[in-house]
């Protein structure tokens, strides 16, 4: 029996492994693989995460449920979100557990200015924003005790996002990198440390539940600030960076189903995006990591990766 469960193996649910763990806490991960850390309190439970009844079974005697699963492309949002958001809440309401969520910035939507606190509308036109709404709705509505911790795009070891995607191969291969975004246009990026130390912070604190809150972030930066970041701390000439123009994703949208999701949500990338979590940081007394502690983390790790 585990004193905490974690749906998902990627970068949050590892990090929330990991820092239980390391506290002394008992951890079951669940994945469909039987992935994750490997550390003596972390328990690795090959598992559909989707299965009410299972997902339950698992969750027996646990005092907090994590969900940090998120499938790896937009275009399997649709069918593979909801099943796993209803078997999370079956499993609290089930096992009298708190349910923590990992949330986004995607339910808000465009925003004027770009800026959003822990108080802005949920105001998504798009079809992954006005899901998001929905399921956090749905967990507020169950009668469990739940909270909801946004963040904005990851940076940190293990990170999915611009990095690993964009900015690394072009260090590495001595070209150019393709920007589908502004390359001048401030943007919050969250450490997915961050992430994980606010989630197992406000499920534990019954101050948190009931409503959702942002992870403390540092000051929003361009993509071009980013990458030169990136390629100083990689030891790298700074890569040079070519913006795309904004039609070209949308017109291959008309065809190509990633890319018509990836335009969805573009206004990320070609506006300002400002992701305020003084509330947060107020109220739990938690501080973003600095940027280049990030980054540097986030470059280490992948350095580490490929010796």
Request: aromatic residues 6%.
């Amino acid at each position: 029996m585990a004193e905490h469960v974690i749906i998902g193996a990627g970068s949050i649910g590892t990090n929330v492994a990991r820092l239980l763990a390391e506290r002394g806490d008992t951890v079951r991960i669940v994945t469909r693989s039987g992935s994750g850390p490997a550390h003596p309190l972390i328990e690795r439970v090959a598992a559909d995460a989707s299965d009410p009844s299972g997902i339950k079974q698992l969750s027996r005697g646990a005092k907090v449920i994590y969900h940090c699963a998120n499938p790896p492309s937009y275009t399997m949002w649709e069918r593979l979100l909801p099943p796993l958001q209803t078997a999370a809440i079956a499993a609290a309401k089930a096992n009298d557990a708190v349910l923590a969520l990992t949330g986004s910035l995607y339910a808000y939507g465009p925003q004027p200015g770009g800026r959003m606190n822990e108080h802005t509308p949920l105001a998504a036109t798009g079809h992954k924003g006005r899901l998001r709404k929905r399921m956090w709705e749905q967990a507020l509505a169950a009668g469990i005790r739940t909270v909801e911790v946004r963040g904005s795009d990851y940076i940190g070891k293990d990170a999915n996002g611009i990095y690993p995607l964009l900015i690394a191969p072009a260090l590495e291969k001595g070209r150019a990198a393709w920007i589908t975004g502004h390359l001048d246009m401030p943007h919050t990026f969250t450490f997915n440390g961050d992430m994980a130390r606010a989630l197992v912070t406000l499920a534990e604190d019954e101050r948190a539940w009931g409503r959702a809150w942002h992870v403390p972030s540092p000051p929003a930066v361009t993509i071009r600030e980013l990458a030169r970041r990136y390629a100083l701390a990689a030891g790298r000439a700074p890569v040079k960076l070519i913006q795309l123009p904004r039609f070209v994703m949308r017109t291959a949208g008309l065809v190509v189903p990633i890319a018509r999701e990836m335009a969805e949500m573009d206004y990320q990338w070609y506006e300002p995006f400002h992701m305020d979590a003084t509330e947060t940081a107020d109220t739990f007394g938690l501080i973003a990591t600095d940027l280049d502690t990030a980054i540097h983390d986030q470059v280490g790790g992948a350095q580490r990766g490929r010796s």
